[in-house]
């Protein structure tokens, strides 16, 4: 079986899918690409963001999906900037399709202070973290020891498939030091288009007998 973890494919509520249209497109991509379980895992960035019509859009999406024998859950890219300090508990309404599962969002230039209080909070409210693709956010490319902070703290990491296929020095580098010490956990195709679903297959085939994967069942108590 293969799962995506984390992709755009929900139409006109970010910068992912612009229509209906093209969320079938992905959707065909994707079974094309031998996927049978996506996450839609629309952008997350605000406790004002347009929830109503995330769960509108997704609804449209979901028959067509399971004609197609597609697993269409619902989830989202949490942004951990979205957090307002007087309501961490609202991040237990962005998980993974209701698991204790929540796809984490860093900036990809400078941190916030004191990050690391942050995901401890988050953890505090049995949530596993996933870091969305390490490999884009300076200063883990800078400083790849951070990825060791976070594997202690019991974070997993997820890659992208585009990164793996044809990414930057910086995105390689950071993709090699997962590999080497195990922890490139996930690798997402973080679709938005069809495009990347072409990128996902040759990801998973590049890696094919280098890395064992994890799927979210794995990982769920």
């Known amino acids: ?16 899918a ?10 065909d991509a ?18 004002d963001a347009d929830v109503e019509s995330i769960y509108d859009h997704f609804a449209c999406l979901h028959q067509y999906a399971a004609d197609r024998k597609i697993d269409l859950r619902l989830g989202f890219e ?15 309404d962005y998980t993974l399709a209701g698991t204790d599962i929540l796809l984490l969002e860093m900036p990809f230039t400078l941190w916030p ?5 942050i995901i401890y909070r988050l953890q505090g409210l049995q949530l596993r973290i996933i870091i969305a693709h390490p490999e884009r956010y300076e200063p883990i490319q800078k400083n790849p020891g951070i990825i060791k902070i976070l594997a202690d703290m019991g974070c997993f990491f997820q890659c992208n498939a585009s990164s793996v296929v044809k990414g930057s020095f910086k995105k390689n580098k950071v993709i090699r030091h997962l590999c080497k ?10 679709a938005h288009s069809i495009y990347e679903y072409e990128l996902y297959k040759k990801a998973v085939q590049k890696l094919s007998g280098k890395q064992n994967y994890l799927t979210i069942e794995d990982i769920i108590n």
């Open 1 to 16: 079986m293969m799962h995506d973890i984390h992709s755009h494919i929900i139409y006109g509520v970010d910068d992912g």
């Open 18 to 27: 612009e229509n209906l249209q093209q969320s079938l497109n992905m959707l």
């Open 30 to 47: 994707a079974k094309a690409a031998g996927i049978d379980r996506i996450y839609a895992t629309p952008h997350m960035r605000s406790k």
């Open 78 to 92: 949490y942004n951990i900037q979205a957090i307002d300090n007087d309501s961490f508990e609202s991040a237990k």
């Open 113 to 117: 202070p004191f990050w690391e209080n």
């Open 181 to 190: 010490v195990g922890k490139l956990d996930f690798v997402a195709s973080d």
